[in-house]
Every structure is written in structure tokens, then in C-alpha cells.
């Protein structure tokens, strides 16, 4: 490890604030709207979800929040995270691009999600909130928030889609290890999950039915509030340390990059990683190509409306100005689980269509494939979600072989596959289909988008 490496890992370079891009915007967003009233929502619409902390921060517009000391000494058992040269995948694919990845798969969990875990409940703790519950797609948000509500004290309670639910068991496991109940999702346990079921005994459950179970149960006791791993502005806040530590670990090697790469699903990983690199942008210290990756069987920016729709399947969150296939649309199983949401972050869905980033899809086969030449030659499984970002940084970089152009190429390795070896085993064995997404049924969602 070289001394500027070292030197860069210590505890002390933990970033001391989130970065919030609203500062920094030409534009506002347009705001959240009451389900009901369709008026902007205010702080007391958000009171039987969110603790006072958490609301306040998902409209501030100061530049910088600072990290309460309660949440930087619980990062410390794996931030700052590291930034590393990928030289073995780079002399694969024999290109001149010099191509780093952001790992963040040392975190408790295996993901970046416990950023913003365990300031969710470091901040529900100090309101003497009881229990917290969620949804989890492919399992690394269940597992964060359980890590983090054992760290305050808080009981935990999961609804994890179904598909994943059944395709990664060990991910469900590792929530009961931390104290959480896990459900499947849809499940009878609430009046959402019930209604699917009798619809369809079969369904493979979606974010947006999960959102909607533990938005339920959370708003129906005074003693738990709800917690969201993704798509709104206090989460993305938080995930900011990534990009803010990347910027300086760049800096310490001498370089600034051409092209950054981030997979998107609700958007977390995403703006994480690239909103510090926006407002360097913003402000004319630097100049690079920001391009989101999205699976094809749930293209929400590629493929989407940009629309007021609501955040879950049952209609009961406010309305999120954002990219959407709408709000009932269930995306085929693919693997990568945490990618299988309706919408895009409000945030994100307005800073693309400001023209800031671009946005590309791509087929589970072709992210694998991807995953597995980056587990060869850099030693690291990634989960399915990151491979999307991998796939594209190949195709970057195969591109940059083509033309000898010399491209300083960034991405965010958001965790690890170690629970996803299942998927691998499907993709090795030949078995692994891409999901040609029929217009058709995005034009069926999209029908039930609310009036506003």
C-alpha cells in the first residue's frame, strides 16, 4: 500500500459534512404533493414517517450538513472506503483508459446503503422512535438499516420483494443476524400486501408494493417511523461521503476524470458518487462526462415519463415529480434487485432533465459478463447492481482501445455479490435471460398515472 493510499484510509479523512446539491442547482425541483390535496407537502405531512431531523434535511438548500459525531464513529468501522487503480482489468481489455472504482463493499452490510442506515436511525433513536421499518429490494438496504437500528437500539422490521426474497435467502438471513423480522413481499401481514395476493397468489412483488407495506405499518403505530433507502433527498444527502472522499483520493493520484459511471435504480449509488463531482463541475473546476447505467427491464430514465407519480404501488406516499414507467408497473426478476423500482430519485429525474448526465440501459447477460471478467482480473465478485456501471466502463474502455484515447474513467463498485453467487451460478450454466421489455406494458402502467 503506497503512503499516499495509507494516508487517505485513515479515519480522519471521513468527510465531516454531506454534500447538498440543492445549493447548487440552476433550478429548484419541483416539490412533493399531498396524495390528496395535491399541495406541496409540508413538514407536518411527513411527521408519521420521518423524525423532525431527517424532514428538515430533505428541503435544506445550505450547502453543507454536518455529520453528527454520534454517525461518523459508527462509519469508522469501514470509512473512508477505498479508491482503487482496476491495472488487471485494464490490461485485459488492453486500453489505454485508466479506470478506478469507489469499493464500498467493506461496509458491515456489503454496500454503500449504511451511509445513510445509520444516520436514519442515529436520528430516530435520538427522537425515541421504537421501531423502524422498510422495504428492501435485493436485500443490501434491509440488511444496513437492521446493522444500524442494532447499533441505537431500534427493532427493525423488513418487507423484502418476493423475487429476491427467494432468490437470495442468505441476504434475509443476515437481517435476522442483526434483529430484524423479514416478510415476503407481498404479504398478508398488511391490508396492500393482502389485496395483491388475492389478485395474484404469484406475484413476484415490486419496490413499490414493498414501500408500501412498511409505509402502512409505520404510519399506523406512534412509536415507528419508516425508513427509505433510496429516491428521496435526505437519503441521497447522506450518501454523498463517497463522491466527497473519491474526489480527494483522485486528487492525491493526480488525476480528474473524463468519464464517471454509476449505476441507477432509485438513485442512491448514483448521486452518492457523482453530486460532489456535479458541483466541481457546476462551479468550472472540472469537466466530466456523468452517464447513469439502468437495467433494460426497468428503464426509467431511458424509457420513463417524467411525471408526478407516487413513490409506492398502493398510492399512499405523497406524489415525486420523477422519471416513472408508473407506479404498478412490476419489472421482470432480474437479478440485480436493487435496480427493480418504477421511479428515479426527484432529484436525479430533475438534474437529468437539466441535461447534466446522460443515461444508458443494459441487459442482465451483458452486466454479468462484465462482473465476471471484473472478478478475474480484480479479485472482487460484484453484486449484480454494480455490474451495470462494469459494463459499461468495458464498453468505455474498449472504446478508448479503438481510438487511443487515454481516458481517466471513475465508477462506483457499490458492494459485493457474495450473496449473489446464485445468480453467477444461472449466468455460468447459460441459463440467464435478458428481459425484452415490451412498450406495450409501460404504456399499461403509465395509464394509472395520478391527475395532478
Known amino acids: 500500500m503506497s503512503e499516499a493510499t495509507r494516508v487517505l484510509l485513515d479515519e480522519s479523512r471521513i468527510p465531516r459534512n454531506w454534500y447538498n ?60 472506503t477505498p479508491l482503487i487503480r482496476a491495472r488487471r482489468l485494464e490490461r485485459s481489455l488492453g486500453t489505454p483508459a485508466r479506470i478506478y472504482y469507489k469499493y464500498e463493499g467493506g461496509s458491515p452490510s456489503g454496500s454503500h446503503k449504511p451511509n445513510t442506515a445509520v444516520p436514519q436511525a442515529y436520528y430516530n433513536a435520538r427522537e425515541g422512535v421504537r421501531r423502524l421499518t422498510t422495504e428492501t429490494g435485493a436485500g443490501q438496504w434491509g440488511s444496513s438499516l437492521a446493522f444500524a437500528c442494532a447499533q441505537y437500539g431500534l427493532e427493525c422490521e423488513v418487507w423484502m420483494v418476493r423475487a429476491s426474497y427467494d432468490q437470495k435467502p442468505h441476504r434475509r438471513s443476515l437481517m435476522r443476524v442483526y434483529g430484524a423480522t423479514v416478510h415476503a413481499s407481498p404479504s398478508p401481514e398488511t391490508v396492500s400486501g393482502s389485496k395483491i395476493l388475492a389478485e395474484d397468489p404469484d406475484s413476484p412483488g415490486s419496490l413499490g408494493i414493498a414501500i408500501s407495506e412498511a409505509v402502512e405499518v409505520a404510519a399506523a403505530a406512534a412509536d415507528t417511523r419508516y425508513a427509505l433507502g433510496s429516491v428521496l433527498n435526505h437519503v441521497l444527502l447522506h450518501q454523498t461521503v463517497i463522491g466527497e472522499e473519491a474526489i ?36 468550472g473546476r472540472m469537466d466530466p462526462v456523468i452517464r447513469a447505467v439502468e437495467p433494460e427491464a426497468c428503464p426509467s430514465l431511458t424509457r420513463g415519463v417524467y411525471a408526478y407519480d407516487f413513490g409506492d404501488a398502493a398510492g399512499l406516499t405523497p406524489l415525486l415529480k420523477m422519471h416513472t414507467l408508473g407506479h404498478g408497473f412490476v419489472p421482470d426478476p432480474i437479478h440485480a434487485g436493487g435496480l427493480r423500482y418504477h421511479g428515479m430519485s426527484p432529484l436525479i429525474s430533475h438534474l437529468y432533465e437539466l441535461g447534466l448526465f446522460e443515461a444508458v440501459a443494459k441487459g442482465q447477460t451483458e452486466c454479468f459478463e462484465a462482473g465476471l471478467r471484473f472478478a478475474r482480473t480484480e479479485g472482487i465478485v460484484p453484486a449484480p447492481e454494480p455490474t451495470h456501471a462494469l459494463a459499461e466502463t468495458v464498453a468505455e474502455a474498449l472504446r478508448c482501445r479503438e481510438t487511443g484515447e487515454p481516458k481517466v474513467i471513475l465508477t462506483a463498485l457499490c458492494g459485493h455479490g457474495h450473496f449473489d453467487l446464485n445468480a453467477y451460478d444461472r449466468h455460468l450454466a447459460g441459463e440467464m435471460e435478458d428481459f425484452a421489455l415490451p412498450q406495450e406494458r409501460i404504456d399499461t402502467a403509465l395509464e394509472e398515472l395520478p391527475v395532478t
Open 21 to 80: 446539491i440543492l445549493a447548487d442547482l440552476p433550478a429548484p425541483p419541483p416539490p412533493p404533493l399531498h396524495p390528496g390535496t395535491r399541495q406541496p407537502v409540508g413538514p407536518d405531512d411527513l411527521a408519521p414517517l420521518f423524525p423532525a431531523e431527517l424532514i428538515g434535511q430533505e428541503v435544506c438548500t445550505d450547502r453543507f450538513v454536518p455529520i453528527p459525531d454520534g454517525v461518523r464513529d459508527v462509519y469508522r468501522l469501514w470509512r473512508p
Open 248 to 283: 480527494e483520493q483522485l486528487a492525491a493520484f493526480g488525476e480528474v476524470p473524463d468519464l464517471i459511471v454509476g449505476c441507477t435504480g432509485g438513485g442512491s449509488n448514483f448521486a452518492g458518487l457523482v453530486f460532489p463531482f456535479l458541483r466541481e463541475k457546476l462551479a
